[in-house]
């Protein structure tokens, strides 16, 4: 009777877990479709191979196996010894001479059990066999459908995104067509546009040619510079018109006449469009005192309380003049402080505490003092309503370097911020008040002595000239400023890259340290390989192999397959292209000598590149020879695959 245990190759006190991988290993090694060239021996071995899982596996059949076996061999002489005795121990005889002893009917029965029950696993194992062949076959038909509808689905879904992308393409083309008509629209509109003002412009030119030679035959004695004006301040079809009524004229003093009648008319047109300027500035100007008047009443029906002073005159200190919305800013410090104010009431009061005479502010002041929560002085807040020769200067400045071609908002906030202790609106109210003063100026001058209208002119083209020279020098000082700035910027630029180039250098020659390293390290480890194996390293590989693929086995139940007994492919999970599957062969040097093979990939995930996997699993070989590392590298090629969204395990 054979032991069970040296058949399964497990010692007596091995698990049932143990006894059944066991059992399955050797079943796939000797099973009788496996050695189709030798069927009757595998399956002889196949039967013994059964008998000894069912024996083994059963709780009562193991306990009387293992007490057989406990008991001491029975010795038996046979009846016709001869000179020279025989003795067997179960049935196995030693002695040339001696004969096989007769069983009892214990040992028999026994063993008619022993044949019965090896008949029965036989029989059970074969059509578990089948069972599970066409389960398999089941379960690779699953898997061909499942394949072809993801292979049916992804071509549908790569279609849909070509069509997409060719109608993606086609819009594309349509609108810059279009975007190219209407460009070309644009610029021969632009194109016929400027030539239109070209051709107005010339023929305005020479209608003014044409009317001033018209006027220099007549003799008029008149300002050039006025005239001048009156030729820019009319077209060409008024020019040609007044010139075709000059031809008409017979004589030079009709001509004459006519030409000063235009002038006098336009002159008169100029007056008259002077006055209605004049008349609207000065009901604009009763408009604003009336509001005025009108919000200052408004504001005396609320009295200002200590408190609220108080606030007030620390708002005043904490926003100061020429800071962009300080009145909204004051008015929101006392509003979240409990006492809601408008803009104008803060504004009328403050224009207030300008008018009071000392006495008065200093009354404010104790007042406020003595006012809990209040420690900052009301005559700060007082400031001085004659403008000082160094806020002029300041004004006059800032109006030379922030020219009319800046937004006005953007400008007079510019402003203001060059004009110490000024605010916004009072610079812009200053410089109204000076063109005012100089418009007036330039009125009285014109009405009390029209003989210096050519002095007047070229005061006023210096002046002119010099606002002129204090623009250009601002713009070329801002143009200064924005080279430097530019400069500085580029030279910024240009380290950043020069940085960038050398931090990509340093990593490009350390990754390429790196890779020589472990070339080096490959091809030293490869040169190695050179040396043959004996029995004893041979065998250790094979039974570590084996102790391997066991745990390979354990870990991943599902998804592990043993398709040889050094080849076996396992599932990583499933991708876009289908379930990933890797397929391992482990050669008779491995671990100790040569590493793994990844000889196929089945259903990476677009991007990923075998050649680049297959020669990762030499890498991570190298780097612990000798040990089994096949389970390290499978998990963190899943954890990779996994984490980048490419797998879903």
Not at 42 to 70: C, G, I, M, W
Not at 266 to 289: C, F, G, H, M, Y
Not at 341 to 366: D, S
Request: with cysteine; aromatic share 6%; hydrophobic share 30%.
């Amino acid at each position: 009777m054979p032991n069970f245990y040296e058949v399964l190759g497990v010692p007596r006190d091995a698990e049932d877990s143990d006894i059944k991988k066991a059992y399955f290993k050797a079943a796939l090694k000797w099973h009788p479709d496996k050695n189709p060239d030798n069927v009757q021996e595998a399956t002889e071995k196949f039967k013994v191979l059964a008998e000894a899982n069912e024996v083994l596996r059963d709780p009562q059949q193991r306990a009387a196996y293992d007490y057989e076996l406990s008991r001491p061999p029975v010795q038996q002489f046979s009846q016709n010894s001869g000179s020279r005795g025989g003795f067997s121990f179960f049935g196995f005889g030693f002695g040339g001479y001696s004969q096989e002893r007769v069983k009892t009917p214990e040992e028999q029965a026994w063993e008619d059990a022993r044949q019965e029950r090896a008949e029965r696993a036989y029989d059970k194992a074969c059509r578990k066999a089948e069972q599970e062949e066409k389960e398999d076959e089941e379960a690779r038909e699953r898997r061909r459908k499942k394949d072809a509808e993801k292979a049916a689905k992804l071509r549908a879904y790569r279609d849909q995104k070509a069509q997409e992308m060719l109608e993606q393409q086609e819009r594309e083309r349509a609108e810059a067509e279009q975007r190219r008509q209407q460009e070309a629209e644009e610029a021969r509109l632009v194109a016929a546009e400027k030539k239109r003002k070209q051709e107005e412009k010339e023929a305005t030119k020479q209608a003014r040619q044409r009317l001033r030679a018209l006027v220099a035959e007549t003799s008029l004695d008149m300002d050039p510079d006025y005239l001048q004006e009156f030729f820019l301040a009319h077209d060409a079809g008024q020019l040609e018109s007044i010139s075709c009524k000059m031809d008409s004229c017979k004589t030079g003093r009709e001509s004459k006449d006519t030409i000063i009648g235009f002038i006098d008319a336009w002159k008169a047109l100029q007056e008259n469009s002077r006055a209605a300027a004049d008349q609207e500035r000065v009901t604009r100007q009763k408009a604003e005192a009336k509001a005025l008047e009108q919000s200052r009443s408004q504001a005396a029906v609320r009295d200002w309380t200590t408190p609220e002073l108080a606030l007030f005159a620390q708002a005043c200190v904490q926003f100061p003049s020429g800071l962009p919305a300080r009145w909204q800013s004051i008015r929101d410090f006392l509003e979240h402080n409990g006492h809601v104010r408008t803009e104008k009431e803060c504004t009328t009061k403050a224009q207030e505490l300008k008018r009071m005479p000392v006495q008065q502010v200093w009354k404010t002041e104790v007042a406020v003092e003595e006012a809990p929560k209040a420690s900052i002085k009301v005559e700060e807040v007082s400031e001085s309503v004659e403008w000082t020769a160094d806020q002029q200067a300041a004004l006059e400045s800032a109006l030379a370097k922030y020219p009319g071609t800046i937004p006005a908002n953007e400008r007079w906030t510019s402003i203001a911020t060059e004009v110490p202790g000024r605010t916004k609106k009072e610079c812009i109210a200053r410089f109204k008040w000076i063109r005012e003063q100089v418009l007036e100026k330039n009125r009285n001058k014109a009405a009390n002595a029209p003989a210096d209208k050519t002095a007047k002119a070229q005061a006023q083209k210096a002046s002119e000239q010099k606002a002129q020279d204090a623009e250009d020098r601002a713009k070329r000082q801002r143009q200064q400023d924005e080279q430097e700035k530019q400069r500085k910027d580029q030279e910024r630029r240009d380290r950043e890259v020069l940085e960038r180039e050398k931090a990509s250098s340093e990593r490009q020659e350390a990754e390429r340290r790196d890779q020589e390293q472990r070339k080096s390290v490959l091809e030293a480890q490869r040169l190695s390989r050179k040396r043959s194996l004996d029995a004893n390293e041979l065998s250790e590989n094979h039974q570590k192999q084996q102790d391997e693929l066991l745990a390979l086995e354990s870990i991943f139940p599902e998804t592990f397959k043993l398709e040889a007994d050094n080849v076996f492919t396992l599932s990583l999970g499933s991708s876009p292209e289908g379930e990933c599957v890797v397929r391992i062969e482990m050669p008779p040097e491995y671990p100790s000598l040569a590493p793994p093979r990844a000889t196929c990939f089945e259903g990476l995930p677009l991007g990923c590149d075998a050649a680049a996997l297959a020669a990762s699993l030499e890498v991570c070989f190298v780097q612990s020879v000798g040990e089994e590392m096949l389970y390290g590298w499978l998990e963190s090629l899943q954890r990779q695959l996994v984490d980048d969204g490419s797998l879903s395990s």
